[in-house]
């Protein structure tokens, strides 16, 4: 379900929960509930409703990457239980630890393998700014609401699945970008 209310400002949400006479919504970063009087709400279960934004900004929480001074840009939308993600992140000052993961804007499906038994929900390309870029794919991580980033690499003739670190798959510098596009399951 979709939603368009007034809270001073237009504000639009994507249901995410229902619970009683409580609903759980999310409007990324784009829009917040305020304690403030609501008027004019409008529900739509449409797939595209008119005017209705679809792709909303929010901002990952990373585990062994600091952001230092990077640009940020990740974006999602719901479509029924799906979430699509895009996003990316240009390196500043940042700092990439061993097998970095981050956060997703709603929580996966538990349907969904974690851990040694990862699996992969989209891709992701590793750009060595002016040097080179290298493939990858995000998966699914030990937690409900966190993917890890990997990258494809070479052993023999098999293709296989490393997590990064600083120098995997190379050493990461400022301008430096991680490109994130994938697809999952909402709880």
Avoid: C
């Avoid at 305020?34 to 990373?62: D, E, K, M």
């Avoid at 585990?63 to 230092?68: F, I, P, Y």
């Avoid at 700092?95 to 349907?111: R, Y």
């Amino acid at each position: 379900t979709k939603i368009w209310l007034t809270q001073t400002t237009s504000k639009y949400f994507y249901v995410t929960g229902v619970s009683g006479t409580t609903i759980t919504v999310n409007g990324g970063t784009d829009y917040t509930v305020a304690n403030a009087a609501i008027t004019a709400p409008y529900f739509s279960n449409a797939a595209t409703p008119f005017g209705f934004p679809h792709w909303f900004a929010y901002t990952p929480t990373w585990t062994n990457l600091t952001v230092g001074s990077a640009t940020q840009s990740f974006r999602f939308k719901i479509t029924g239980k799906q979430v699509h993600v895009y996003g990316y992140i240009a390196l500043s000052a940042s700092t990439v630890g061993s097998s970095p993961v981050f956060t997703t804007p709603t929580n996966l499906s538990s349907s969904y393998p974690v851990a040694t038994n990862a699996s992969p929900l989209g891709s992701a390309i590793y750009n060595d700014i002016g040097t080179q870029q290298y493939s990858g794919a995000v998966w699914t991580y030990s937690t409900t609401n966190q993917v890890q980033p990997i990258v494809l690499q070479t052993s023999g003739s098999n293709l296989l699945p490393s997590g990064l670190a600083v120098s995997v798959p190379f050493s990461f510098g400022n301008s430096d970008r991680m490109i994130f596009d994938f697809i999952y399951e909402t709880a």
